[in-house]
Every structure is written in C-alpha cells, then in structure tokens.
C-alpha cells in the first residue's frame, strides 16, 4: 500500500529539473564584497600589531643595555618589517569586479578565493619566517645570556607560549587555506556540465 503511495511522489521527484540555476552578478559582487571586507579588516589587524612591534622594537633598542638584545630586537624589526610590507603586497591588489556578466564576476571571485587560498597556504614562508632569526636570537639570550633569567623556567615560559602561538597560528590558515579551497571545488562543480 505504501508503494502506491510513494508512486506519484517519485514520479513527481523525479520529474523535477536538474540544472543547476545561474548565480546573479550582485550576489556573486556581494561574495566578492565579503571577500575583501574580511580581507580589509585582517589588514587593519595586522597593521595594528605591525605598528606595535615596530614601537616595541625601536624601545627595546634604544633602552636595551646588552648589544645582543639590541640586535635581536633589530633583526625582529627587519623581519617584521619585511613581512608587513609582503602581506601589503599580496593582499592590497585585490579589487572589485567592473565585469557585468554573471561568469566574468564567478570567474573573477573564484580566482580571488585561489589568491586567498594561497596566501593562507605560503603565509608561513613569507610572513613568519622573516622574524625567526630574531626571535631565535632573543630566546637565546633569555636562556644563555641575560644572568637573571639563566637558569630560571623563565625563557621556558615564553618559548611555551611561543610555540602554542605558531601552532594555533599555522592550524587557523590551514583551515582558512581549506575553506577557500572547499568554495573553489563547489564554484568549479557549478561550472562543469553534468555527464
């Protein structure tokens, strides 16, 4: 009995229209906005920070007593300098799309999303890298070289919380690296026909 039932609902299933339906141009601009409001507002963040390393270095270096601290903060001011002018650079040409067709505007937000997903992916490299050397320097120098610290589980203390910054660091743009991806095969599965 419950075949019979089920009968017109299948056939009624069935019956329904498989294409996938087009994406307007303002709602793939309104992704697109998104996109690069998320983007504006992380620049604004890491600006910020930029700023305060950049003052907390220059007072390190004018106040600091030992040379090795000095260099330290020197060499953690020049990486972070790098790397702020690299994530400038990376992140400022993105643009909106002038295009009024709705798969130039899905083609210019699906390559945003691949820029982002790359960007998210190589961070490491070209981001926190450049600073290594100079955080390796002031970490030995809490360790060996400064006589209050020495032998204390000071150093160990910031080379804890150090760590558990770059981990949790490296696991959030991994997994922004994989959202992007997961939008770029959905955008691509849009655009291929089905077989």
Sequence with gaps: MTERNDDPIKALWRAQSTEVPAMSVSYVRHRTGELHRAFRIRNWLEQ???VLGFAGCLVVILMAPHPWVKAAAALILIGGA????????????FRTDPSKSSEASLSFYKHELERKRDIHRTLWRWYLLPIAPGVIAMLSWNFFGDPQTRGTSAPWGVL??????????????RSKAAQCQREIDALSALAEPES
């Design 160 to 173: 804890g919380m150090l760590v558990v910054w770059l981990v949790v660091s490296l696991i959030y743009e």
């Design 48 to 50: 910020g920070a930029g």
């Design 82 to 93: 790098y790397s702020g002018w690299q994530w400038h650079r990376r992140t400022a040409s």
